[in-house]
């Protein structure tokens, strides 16, 4: 008698794991489906999706604008080509700039790329 509660047992514990083993391989060939579907979803998309990135603050800039620094109210203001649009205000202290560089803000400080704009404001705030 014990035999056969051993045998249904061991029968039993056999099934189990198949069955578990059989779930996994479903579900790991199933994610593996989908992972091969996105991947060529990916490589089908055009490159047109991949634009250039904005740079957004109070305005917005694409990478090729330019900047220009001026004054107002005691503190320097970063600004879009067109001169008008602020992009970005800042808490530099236009008065504790060296006088050099207060004359160039009084002009309109020219910046060509945003890394050159961040590299000067990295440099003049406290």
């Known amino acids: 008698m014990k035999n056969k ?11 189990a794991v198949l069955a578990v083993s059989s779930a996994y391989q479903l579900s790991y060939q199933k994610a593996k489906e989908r992972a091969q579907t996105q991947v060529t979803k990916e490589q089908e998309e055009p490159a047109t999706s ?6 957004s603050a109070d305005g917005q800039a ?12 005691g ?10 649009t602020a992009y970005e205000y800042t808490d530099i202290l236009y008065d504790e700039l ?3 560089i207060r004359e160039e803000i009084r002009n309109g400080k020219y910046m060509e790329s945003t890394e ?3 590299g000067f ?3 003049y705030s406290s």
């Open 62 to 73: 694409l990478k090729e604008d330019c900047y220009y620094l001026m004054e107002v109210n």
């Open 50 to 55: 991949k634009s250039e990135p904005t740079v």
């Open 98 to 100: 060296p006088a050099t």
């Open 75 to 84: 503190y320097v203001v970063v600004y879009l080509s067109d001169k008008k």
């Open 121 to 123: 404001l990295e440099n």
């Open 5 to 15: 509660y051993g045998i249904g047992f061991f029968a039993a514990a056999i099934i």
């Open 116 to 118: 050159e704009l961040y």
